[in-house]
């Protein structure tokens, strides 16, 4: 069976092509600046990349546009775009409506642009996306994998926030949780890696890249996470503010007579790393900055390291313990001095990193003592091989 992934985000479209017969990524890509005229595919397969530029007004046009690569006779990989058995679609919100990925049928549809309201800015790109998949290649399974899903397994006391009982009734205003096709994937792959059942372990994983999350999980199940109602919660992250005293969001929008969208943009664009440093919300350009001396830039470091540490400390206590702790994604596969830093002090859990082990990115490592009675593991994360497993899986029934 070969499965196309799909990532449709505002203005750009990611896509990769499995072969599920052996997971093989046959190729892959990305469209970027969708509805500018300076619009861009970059198609990559068989260690060979191609770049398009060419206006691409809407997010149809993108799709066939990927197809047309697919199947193209010098950078294609498949002979027509009947090869593709499903296509499996990132969503980022399924409210309380999806514990799982499912198949795309109206009704699953309807329920899409029910989401929308908790996630306006994500779940109408998804959408476009499936309706385009939908008019290219017609009758072919459409399958909806979301962030939001694996968190659905939290109690009510981990996900509920102490705000009137109504406005969870009747706005959905609760946790939810995000990165959680991330979290599903390193929770399935360190229980592999270690050779320990899931059912037997309590992970708290660490999704640390531009936008960062943890998650407990206990015995296979995610029973708390650190983003909330949406993914502004939780560490301070590359722009988004994380965690604040809710009462901050009205003085500071009465004190600088902010509009809500400005307010909006302040604690998502213009916070995080960035607001703190002035420098950049990217991790190997604060660690520069603060080699070079940058006080501020070491300052948004230190807040990070230590966040990410407390919120260990929390998710531990939530399971009664952690077994393991893994790092993923951008900063936690490849972030060295960020994973020794969080890990300074954690040594009361258990959990001791070995400085020799520690100098390793992007793959599967064993990174604390052997006496570490709690372990420390990178685990990098592939989100779309999860979209296509589930993808095969559904599609298959
Ligand atoms: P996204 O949330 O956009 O998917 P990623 O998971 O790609 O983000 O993570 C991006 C972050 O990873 C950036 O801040 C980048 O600086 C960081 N990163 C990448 N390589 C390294 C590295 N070698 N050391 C520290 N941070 C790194």
């Known amino acids: 069976m070969i499965v196309l992934v799909v990532n449709c985000g505002s203005s750009s479209l990611k896509y990769q092509l499995v072969n599920m017969e052996n997971e093989e990524v046959m190729a892959k890509g990305l469209v970027e600046k969708i509805t500018l005229p300076d619009a861009q595919l970059t198609h990559k397969w068989n260690g060979q990349k191609k770049e398009i530029v060419q206006p691409i007004p809407d997010h149809k046009v993108a799709v066939k546009l990927v197809l047309d690569i697919l199947t193209d006779k010098d950078c294609g990989v498949i002979k027509s775009m009947d090869a593709i058995d499903a296509v499996g679609h990132r969503v980022v919100h399924g409210g309380e409506e999806f514990a799982s990925s499912t198949l795309i049928t109206a009704e699953v549809m309807k329920a899409l642009e029910r989401c929308s309201a908790m996630a306006p800015l994500h779940n109408p790109p998804n959408i476009i996306g499936i309706k385009a998949c939908e008019a290219i290649m017609p009758g072919v399974p459409q399958v909806a994998v979301f962030d939001t899903s694996f968190h659905q397994t939290m109690p009510p006391k981990a996900y509920m926030y ?47 890249g531009n936008g960062s999350s943890l998650a407990a999980v206990k015995g296979g199940v995610c029973i708390d996470t650190t ?46 790393v960035l607001g703190i440093s002035g420098v950049s919300s990217d991790f190997r350009d604060l660690g520069e900055a603060a080699a070079n001396g940058n006080d501020r830039a070491q300052l948004a470091l230190d807040m990070f390291h230590y966040q990410v540490r407390k919120l260990i ?85």
């Open 227 to 272: 983003m909330g109602f949406t993914p502004l919660a939780g560490m301070l992250m590359g722009t988004r503010c994380g965690d604040i005293d809710p009462a901050i969001v009205l003085n500071v929008m009465d004190h600088h007579n902010l509009s809500t969208k400005e307010m909006d943009m302040l604690m998502n664009k213009k916070s995080g």
């Open 313 to 397: 400390g929390a998710l531990a206590a939530a399971m009664g313990g952690v077994d393991v702790i893994t790092f993923t994604a951008g900063v936690g596969e490849n972030g060295i001095e960020d994973r020794a830093a969080i890990c300074e002090g954690l040594e009361y859990l258990g959990a001791v990193l070995d400085k020799e082990r520690n100098n390793v990115r992007g793959k599967d490592a064993l990174i604390s003592t052997d006496d570490s009675t709690c372990k420390l593991y990178v685990i990098p994360t592939n989100e779309e091989i999860m979209i296509a497993r589930d993808t095969k899986e559904i599609a298959s029934k």
């Open 162 to 208: 102490g705000l009137p009982y109504e406005l969870y009734k009747e706005d959905g205003i609760r946790r939810y949780g995000f990165h959680g096709t991330s979290h599903r994937y390193v929770a399935d792959r360190i229980a592999k890696v270690m050779g320990v059942p899931k059912k037997d372990l309590r992970i708290i994983n660490c999704h640390l």
